[in-house]
């Protein structure tokens, strides 16, 4: 069975360039083993980038160690649902590509939320 996304439908890549997703594939997929809920695939923007920094986690610096390259603005990514949650309380959630949401994110977000922020669908891939 395929993971579905939050529109009810198959779950869309995120990302590959650069390779996002909790398991590193360029899906928003999750598990049991995925404790911050890798599963909203965002648009990055610099003033989510601030926010996060701000909040202590820093998405700019590369990581070697976790596979992380660093991130910019335009970067598709996949984000902890709570973590845009938070942004989005605070007026700086990014926009999100509604096709590669995980569902499971809708543990935490309304469809609602993520409609008010969704990004122009493209169906190229990075």
Known sequence: MSARNVLGGD?????HDPLTGYFRNGCCETG???TGSHTV????????????????????????????PGLRPGD?????VNRWREAWEAGCAPPVILEAPHEGALK???????KAHCAPHTEEVP
Do not use: K
């Open 108 to 114: 935490r977000v309304t469809l609602d939320m993520l």
């Open 11 to 15: 779950l869309l890549d995120c990302s």
């Open 32 to 34: 049991p083993q995925d």
């Open 41 to 68: 695939c965002a648009v990055i923007t610099a003033d989510f980038l601030q926010y996060s920094y701000t909040r202590g986690n820093d998405l700019i610096t590369p990581r070697r160690d976790y596979a992380f």
């Open 76 to 80: 598709r990514w996949c984000l902890c």
